[in-house]
């Protein structure tokens, strides 16, 4: 059975810095892209970042471009968000996604983390 555990979300000031970790079990990394999408309060739930299986190619939103590094452990089965510069826009639930393609359309994934808050506020 596919899960996805996310962690490492919190309560941040504008500038920090956080590192979000998806644990996956029931399927090895190797074999499966990963996508970070985030939802803020009444807003759709967007794209943030995604990670190849094959070649470790990864790719950002605009939004994050330049902020925000996905990057993977597979001896740990785990996949992070490394956020630095954090904006009060970036606030939201953090959802790790797989069992899809490299893709931003959440509705191209099949299996779904329970999701990480992030508040970025002074």
């Known amino acids: 059975q596919v899960q996805l555990v996310e962690s490492g979300g919190g309560l941040v000031q504008p500038g920090g810095s956080l590192r979000l970790s998806c644990a996956v079990s029931?399927?090895?990394?190797?074999?499966?892209?990963i996508a970070w999408f985030r939802q803020a309060p009444g807003k759709e739930r967007e794209g943030v970042s995604c990670?190849?299986?094959?070649?470790?190619?990864?790719y950002y939103a605009d939004s994050v471009k330049g902020r925000f590094t996905i990057y993977r452990d597979n001896a740990k089965n785990t996949v992070y968000l490394q956020m630095n510069s954090l904006k009060p826009e970036d606030t939201g639930v953090y959802y790790c996604?797989?069992?899809?393609?490299?893709?931003?359309?959440?509705?191209?994934?099949?299996?779904w983390g329970q999701g990480t808050q992030v508040t970025v506020s002074s």
């Open positions: 996604a797989a069992d899809g393609p490299l893709s931003f359309q959440a509705s191209d994934f099949g299996s």
């Open positions: 029931g399927f090895t990394l190797d074999y499966h892209a």
């Open positions: 990670i190849s299986n094959s070649d470790d190619s990864t």
